[in-house]
């Protein structure tokens, strides 16, 4: 037989398990989390266009900024991420690269044949430009300028 109840035993009732602390504590995550929210947002705003062409899918976009970029003394102090990232492009960069030297080549050996022709002078000024060779791009379009006046006006 059980024990008689007393008039004052009443249930007590179970009060849940809380942690000391746990809402200041869940605020604090929450805080850190939209403030690291935030950063991120407004770092973004100062991401290279590499990243932006790299993301899209703009395999050429990405190509013509690190050209671009490794032409840069500060080049060679980036993170080594980006470095290793970068470094993908490098073969199809020397492939461009390989490519408008043998256009350089073809074309200077059609200009010995046709000294004057506007075209390849054109062609020759472009290419010069893009290798970066200011001296050479220069040259060519004093030639050209001397074979036809206008055609500078686009270059």
Known sequence: MAPAKKKNDTPTEKKPFVIPGFKQSLWLLVAIAFITLVANIYASQFMPDFYYQMVAGNRKGAVEFYRQARSLQSFQFIQPETTQTIAGYTDEIEVENRRR??????????????????????????????????????????????VDPTSLQGL
Do not use: M, T
Not at 110 to 137: C, F, H, M, T, W
């Open 101 to 146: 030297d043998e256009l350089i080549v073809e074309l200077e050996e059609l200009l010995s044949v046709n000294p004057k022709s506007r075209d390849v002078l054109q062609s020759l000024v472009i290419l010069y430009e893009q290798r970066g060779d200011e001296v050479k791009a220069q040259e060519y379009k004093q030639k050209l300028f001397e």
